[in-house]
Structures are given as structure tokens and as C-alpha cells.
């Protein structure tokens, strides 16, 4: 099994930018693909971008152009760069991992706040 620690959130105004990090400890972390979620108050978990153990990334429709999700397997690590920040971005933001050979099963992190607000 793996373990997520997101880190990277806080505060940010409308136009800013954040880069969020999570480090995935556990036996073979490029064999998960890994993938950036958020929640909003009131809403639904969604998927914001994800990354396969290739490296091959997809986007939500609403990051496209603005976020880039890359992974550096030496240090366990996946992040999500976000720039041109808009409030509706606000959410709690997590990191998820999913083994290639047992993808029936999910790993989640705690979550890290993002406020986008003037």
C-alpha cells in the first residue's frame, strides 16, 4: 500500500498561482497512476488531472490551459501546478493513487485547503 501527503495549499488571489506536491511513500510508486481531486463545499469530488504510470496526463475540462500535473518517480512525488487562479478553484484539494496491478483500489490523502479570494 501507499500513503499520500499532499502539501502546497493556502491562500492565494484570483490571477495567483500555487504548486501543490504529493509524496506517495510505499513499494513502486511508478507503477501507480496518480491523480489530483478536489472538493468544493456543497459539491462532489471531481477529477482534476491525472497522470498515468506512463506519464501520460489527463485534464478536467476547467484546468485545461491553466494546470499541469507531472510526477518525478526519483522522489515519489506527483505535483499540480496551477496558474491563472479563479474562486471557483476554491476546494480541498487531494491526492489519490492507484496501483497498475490492483486498480480496483484507491489511496487517498488527507487533502490540502486552496482559497482563491481577493
Known amino acids: 500500500q501507499v500513503q499520500p501527503v499532499e502539501s502546497g495549499g493556502g491562500l492565494v488571489q484570483p490571477g495567483g498561482s500555487l504548486r501543490l506536491s504529493c509524496t506517495a511513500s510505499?513499494?513502486?510508486?511508478?507503477?501507480?497512476?496518480m491523480g489530483w481531486y478536489r472538493q468544493a463545499p456543497g459539491k462532489q469530488r471531481e477529477l482534476v488531472a491525472a497522470?498515468?504510470?506512463?506519464?501520460?496526463?489527463n485534464y478536467a475540462d476547467s484546468v485545461k490551459g491553466r494546470f499541469t500535473i507531472s510526477r518525478d518517480n526519483a522522489k515519489n512525488t506527483v505535483y499540480l501546478q496551477m496558474n491563472s487562479l479563479k474562486p471557483e478553484d476554491t476546494a480541498v484539494y487531494y491526492c489519490?493513487?492507484?496501483?497498475?496491478?490492483?486498480?480496483?483500489?484507491?489511496?487517498w490523502g488527507q487533502g490540502t485547503q486552496v482559497t482563491v479570494s481577493s
Open positions: 489519490n493513487a492507484r496501483p497498475d496491478w490492483y486498480p480496483q483500489t484507491n489511496y
Open positions: 510505499g513499494i513502486m510508486f511508478s507503477s501507480h497512476a
Open positions: 497522470i498515468s504510470s506512463g506519464g501520460r496526463p
